[in-house]
């Protein structure tokens, strides 16, 4: 029998933890099993274990990468055009209707709250480096008080999208991502720069 190389081994365990995070966002932890979560990948229960030891060590993964690929898009935003662009299109009505394709805490995060102490701190782990991804794209001489700006600017962004998905009238959850955008512009600088993520899209 052939052997896997370690390339196509990390390869089968990336794709696990990409499907698995698509189906974790779109219908929870525990709205699916293994069975479920390896046939999205076009794997097996025995391949599986292969590369995770429980759902539990998946989750933690998926957890860890989400985040991680998350602060790389934020790191790589070359200057304040792009930050507003990116705060633009995160609080617009298309990523609130793609939980599945979008931000893992405003997925996840009641859902991580709830998780045992290896997930938890898998996920506190990308919070951090996510807030110091957004420190880095804030002007300002006092590091505390930046840091303070980007923790604001992360429990905005999420906050507001996860009230936006919960209420159902559609023009109160319009009204919602558009306060929480020019809430954004405001803390990092950048008021007036355009108008309101939901007016933007209509125009």
């Known amino acids: 029998m ?5 390339e196509h081994k ?11 995070g698509r189906r974790f966002k779109a219908d929870g932890f525990d709205g699916s099993g293994i069975a479920t979560l390896v046939a999205d990948a076009g794997l ?9 030891a429980s759902k539990d060590d998946l989750i933690a993964s998926v957890v860890t990468q989400q985040l991680a690929d998350q602060v790389a898009v934020v790191d790589a935003l070359p200057d304040l055009e792009a930050v507003v662009g990116y705060l633009r299109e995160y609080l617009s009505p298309a990523h609130r209707d793609d939980p599945a394709g979008g931000c893992p805490s405003a997925a996840l995060l009641d859902e991580v709250a ?13 919070s951090l480096a996510m807030i110091q991804a ?10 505390d008080r930046v840091t303070e700006q980007a923790i604001g600017l992360f429990s905005l962004l999420v906050g507001s ?4 998905r919960a209420v159902t009238d559609p023009d109160l959850s319009d009204r919602i991502l558009a ?8 803390l990092i600088g950048a008021s007036g720069r355009a108008g309101s993520s939901t007016n933007q899209e209509q125009e």
Do not use: K, S, W
Request: net charge positive; glycine share 6%.
């Open 134 to 143: 957004i420190t880095r794209h804030l002007d300002g001489r006092d590091p």
């Open 44 to 52: 097996t229960n025995g391949a599986f274990y292969g590369h995770f």
């Open 10 to 20: 990390e390869a089968t365990r990336r794709r696990m933890i990409e499907t698995a």
């Open 161 to 164: 999208l996860q009230l936006a």
């Open 2 to 6: 052939a052997r896997y190389t370690a």
């Open 179 to 186: 306060a929480a955008y020019d809430n954004a512009m405001t």
């Open 114 to 126: 709830r998780c045992d102490l290896p997930v938890r701190e898998a996920y506190t782990a990308g």
